[in-house]
């Protein structure tokens, strides 16, 4: 069974720094890892989708990594701005289409 | 609309009542999923539907749980004799083809309380 983790829960920085938020997964047979986006009381917003066979992704200020072998995926953010403050999760997904979810890291940058 | 909608948005039960939470995917998507979000947790994948096909409902989490999509389209999950357990957020996402490797979009949620 999938099991995935996310490494700070919560993290606190100022304004203009970059920060590195860390996903690790037990399951080395996924299809995709993906990174979400969810503001309080909304659903979550698809950030990045790294496909098994990539190394990373990249949008604008964020870059996500997958590192199969270990496990892990990384998702880079550059010169944080208080607007991207909001909870990160990622998932991976394995067969049947379904996503197994971290619990998140809940990111405040402060201006 | 152009994203996935949900309602309600809330909804409050009294413990015992049955509940039914409805989900309009983003037209044309094949693929519509749901999932069940407890406070300050991930969400959990409860089951999948391509077009009017339940695939996948191996996340129910009892035979009180009850989801339909009759027409390939909408889809309503039904919660039978609500427990307090029940509550959380329930979260619907479609996909164009479900194939897999590609992105979900996601509904803002039901927040389902029960009393």
């Known amino acids: 069974k999938q099991e995935v983790t996310q490494i700070p829960a919560a993290l606190s920085v100022p304004e203009g720094e970059n920060l590195v938020l860390n996903c690790s997964f037990t399951?080395?047979?996924?299809?995709?890892l993906q990174w979400f986006r969810q503001d309080p009381g909304k659903g979550l917003t698809s950030l990045l989708l790294?496909?098994?066979?990539?190394r990373e992704q990249t949008s604008g200020r964020l870059n996500a990594s997958l590192d199969k072998s270990s496990g892990r995926s990384t998702l880079y953010i550059a010169a944080s701005q208080p607007g991207d403050s909001a909870t990160y999760l990622c998932?991976?997904?394995?067969?049947?289409?379904?996503?197994?979810f971290g619990e998140g890291t809940q990111l405040t940058v402060n201006p | 609309g152009a994203g996935v909608s949900q309602s309600p948005r809330y909804k409050v039960a009294k413990r015992g009542q049955d509940v039914a939470l409805r989900c309009d995917p983003i037209?044309?998507?094949?693929?519509l999923f749901w999932y069940q979000q407890a406070l300050g947790q991930g969400p959990e994948f409860l089951t999948y539907?391509?077009?009017?096909?339940?695939l996948d409902k191996s996340g129910l989490p009892s035979d009180r749980f009850f989801a339909e999509r009759p027409e390939g389209s909408v889809s309503t999950l039904k919660i039978q004799r609500t427990q307090q357990e029940d509550s959380a957020v329930y979260l619907c996402?479609?996909?164009?083809w479900g194939h897999g490797n590609e992105k979900l979009f996601f509904g803002s949620g039901t927040q389902l309380s029960v009393l």
């Open positions: 996402a479609s996909s164009f």
């Open positions: 399951d080395s047979a996924i299809y995709n």
């Open positions: 790294i496909q098994s066979s990539q």
């Open positions: 998932a991976g997904e394995t067969s049947g289409s379904r996503l197994t």
């Open positions: 037209s044309g998507h094949v693929s």
């Open positions: 539907f391509q077009n009017e096909a339940q």
